[in-house]
């Protein structure tokens, strides 16, 4: 089996066009993609998509876009003849809300949303990309190595098992209320939750605190889109933990991405930082 987050009805022999962005999120997937023999092509974000990635394909076999250009991102999934879509890798959040120059498809879509944040854009999109025969495929498919697993991932979480379930109810919470993804907790008292500021500041917000037995914890929303919003774990998030003095972190199994997950397991077991899933 390719991947456990592929549809059943997949096919191999149609060409996948990774829409990527920022970070080493969509040069992970392309290296996998490319592993399972699948035809890969490349749909760039100017000033995000790294230049490696990008040299790294044939020029007739990849095209660098705008993010306001969703025309001609549809005409170039057209031109690739691809089955499927995947998006991996962030795009700067202000990119989608200052100075945004969208094309006639992107205005469109923006003119008819009633709330504009980056799931209702995003979802939009992806329901312009399966109006063009076009599958939007699970962001974790082909990378199922690198998702957070059930259990002690490295060490044994520092804080006792009632505490854990009050960081685990209270992300849930956060995260049910479209707040943010995760939250920081200390023996059942709430250091920080994660809002628009993203997780590192988050991090850093609570390391202000008394640090000793915190715990990181990231969720997923009831109702996540996976095919455009998967929450990631990887070295940043480490290293702003280690500056932060957070030493463990509980993420949702299958759900959460440890982004180079070899480096990340090795690099916080030289932190002292305890990883669970849970």
Same mark, same amino acid.
């Given at each position: ?27 992970? $997937? ?12 490349? +749909? ?36 690739? &003849? ?38 209702? +854009? ?32 490295? &060490? ?9 379930? *009050?960081?685990? $109810? +209270? ?27 993203? $997780? ?18 990231? $969720? ?55 990883? *669970?899933?849970?």
């Amino acid at each position: 089996m390719l991947s456990a987050f592929l549809p059943a009805d997949f096919d191999a022999r149609r060409p996948v066009a990774l829409i990527a962005g920022r970070g080493s999120y969509p040069v992970i $997937t392309a290296a996998a993609i490319r592993r399972a023999g699948v035809p890969l092509r490349l +749909i760039a974000m100017d000033d995000e998509t790294s230049a490696e990635l990008i040299a790294s394909f044939p020029e007739n076999e990849r095209v660098t876009i705008n993010v306001g250009q969703v025309g001609k991102m549809l005409d170039s999934l057209k031109k690739f &003849g691809a089955g499927y879509a995947l998006m991996a890798g962030q795009v700067k959040p202000k990119k989608l809300f200052h100075g945004l120059t969208p094309d006639l498809k992107a205005a469109a879509i923006l003119f008819r949303l009633k709330r504009r944040n980056a799931e209702t +854009i995003f979802g939009a999109i992806a329901e312009e990309i399966e109006k063009i025969g076009v599958t939007l495929l699970d962001a974790r498919a082909f990378i199922d190595d690198h998702m957070a697993s059930a259990g002690a991932m490295n &060490g044994k979480l520092p804080t006792d098992d009632e505490y854990l379930q *009050h960081g685990i $109810t +209270i992300a849930r919470e956060i995260a049910r209320l479209d707040i943010g993804q995760g939250c920081v907790v200390r023996k059942g008292t709430v250091l920080a939750v994660e809002a628009f500021e993203g $997780t590192d500041d988050m991090l850093r917000r609570a390391g202000t605190f008394k640090t000793d037995e915190t715990l990181f914890v990231k $969720t997923v929303k009831v109702k996540q889109d996976f095919r455009f919003d998967v929450p990631v774990f990887g070295l940043r998030t480490l290293e702003t933990m280690k500056e932060s003095g957070i030493a463990a972190a509980a993420l949702e199994a299958g759900k959460v991405i440890v982004l180079e997950k070899p480096a990340v397991l090795k690099q916080a077991r030289a932190y002292g930082i305890a990883l *669970h899933g849970f």
